[in-house]
């Protein structure tokens, strides 16, 4: 069963702009994650947030999350062509045994 | 620090033929997971083995799916027979303690069932 909805499907920007891929989901989570799949690659871990947490960063990336929405965005700044993949949410149920519910993405395409 | 191994990268069979996917976790990660990820679809877990004892196996098609986890670090994915619908990338991960870590995913295997 699919728990998390990434919005929109399909972004395509330029080289230096910003992308923001949203993420909702159904149930309450323990965690939530993003994640970076290129063509034909297996997944890379970007990002994990907490349930208590609203906010995160690592590098370019930065992570809400709205427990009381149940949604998540992902923000890519100053982006690049190199960051042309497709991006997963995936969340772990509360009080689950850790097993991650992927949505079923957003292909993102950084023009140069 | 060496990734998730998966072999083989590609397979091609006919339906009804059997197949299998091999996967050996980061050296210490007591968690692994089997993923299929059909084409244009989020990954979906088969499989979840703690050590050598699974967890969770309640989405594996268990009439044609197995899979173990000998000595709690290689595990093995077998389908038998294949069909068609199982054409699908197969992804395996590990993560250090279970639940709340981080998984790491391997390369997975391109599965083409003709």
């Known amino acids: 069963s699919q728990q998390g909805e990434e919005d929109p499907q399909a972004l395509s920007i330029q080289e230096g702009e910003n992308a923001t891929m949203n993420c909702s989901y159904k149930t309450s989570i323990n965690n939530l994650q993003w994640y970076r799949q290129n063509s034909g690659r297996g997944l890379v871990h970007l990002i994990l947030i907490r349930s208590n947490e609203r906010e995160k960063h690592s590098g370019r990336l930065r992570v809400t999350l709205d427990t009381s929405k149940k949604s998540s965005s992902l923000l890519i700044t100053a982006s690049r062509a190199a960051d042309t993949a497709s991006y997963f949410c995936a969340t772990v149920r509360g009080g689950s045994q850790g097993n991650l519910i992927f949505g079923k993405g957003t292909k993102l395409s950084v023009k140069p | 620090e060496a990734g998730v191994a998966q072999s083989p990268r590609y397979k091609i069979i006919e339906k009804r033929q059997s197949v299998a996917f091999w996967c050996n976790p980061i050296?210490?990660?007591?968690?692994l997971y089997w993923y299929q990820q059909i084409l244009g679809q989020g990954p979906k877990l088969l499989i979840q083995f703690q050590n050598n004892g699974v967890v969770d196996d309640s989405q594996l098609p268990k009439d044609r799916f197995s899979a173990e986890r000998l000595k709690g670090v290689d595990s093995t994915l077998k389908i038998q027979p294949a069909k068609l619908e199982d054409s699908a990338v197969y992804l395996c991960a590990s993560s250090l303690i279970g639940a709340q870590d981080t998984q790491y995913f391997g390369p997975g295997t391109r599965l083409t069932v003709l």
């Open positions: 050296s210490g990660h007591a968690t």
